[in-house]
């Protein structure tokens, strides 16, 4: 019997497992493998989609299943299957179109299947690219084959809090609309975000509520942390994160699973089981 039996741990993967110097540090792997050794579930629970996340996944020692696109998806690396996906309304081309032409400068990412398309992309959408290292089809939203798992708009800030008000004002009841960035504005079908996510891989491993814990960095990772024992953010998070109450640790550069192990094994340990 191993002292973290019963116990999920899920992690973010941009700017939280996977640092501003772009590596997974050695300290994260090493205690991400003594966390599985001692009988917990590692579980991923990215923005990221299928096609962005994939090539990442065989650096990672992972025991469950990843929660992809903000939880719009939850798939088995282990297996290679998706278990879930959910998709945007039929009527997000035409939602989303309207708002591209109220903000004649927001760019538009989409995700249909394993394909990228973009409309009007800017600058930040061609760094996000860059960063997730995948091809795309730039064609205008009404050319955009549906339906999207999820899309992303980008801008500046300022720019992104107008839209993610005037979206959720008219059509709150269809969308989660969510930053994983300060000029990321992600967007899933309602009720599909990390925290469904997490919680539905916790079901399907039989995790009990009050044995789970997670750590992310920015505002989409708040529903999942809303479910965490101790929700945990690395020291480079959002202040959103800052300001809603998470136990603040290291840098992600520094191994911030590192620190979320040891302190899982001073609970846990021998003689600390809570």
Known sequence: MGKFDGLLLASDFDDTLYGLDLRISERNLKAIRYFIREGGYFVMATGRAHRTFAPYAPLIPMNAPAVLSNGAAVYDFQTDRMLEQTCLPDTAPQDLGTLMEEFPSLALETYHGEDIYVCRPNYITFAHLKKVGCGYTECPVAEMPGPWVKALFHHEREVLLQVQTRLLAEHGDRYE?????????????????KGGGVSRVAK??????????????????????????????????????????????CHCNDGVIGDIVDILDGLYGEGGRR
């Open 177 to 193: 609309a969510i930053f994983s960035n300060p000029v990321y504005l992600e967007l899933t079908c309602k009720g599909s975000n």
């Open 204 to 249: 399907m491993l039989g995790v009990e509520p009050g044995h789970i814990y997670c750590v992310g960095d920015n505002q989409n990772d708040i529903p999942m942390m809303e479910l965490s024992a101790i929700p945990f953010a690395p020291a480079n998070c959002a202040q959103e994160v800052k300001d809603w109450g998470a136990r603040i640790l």
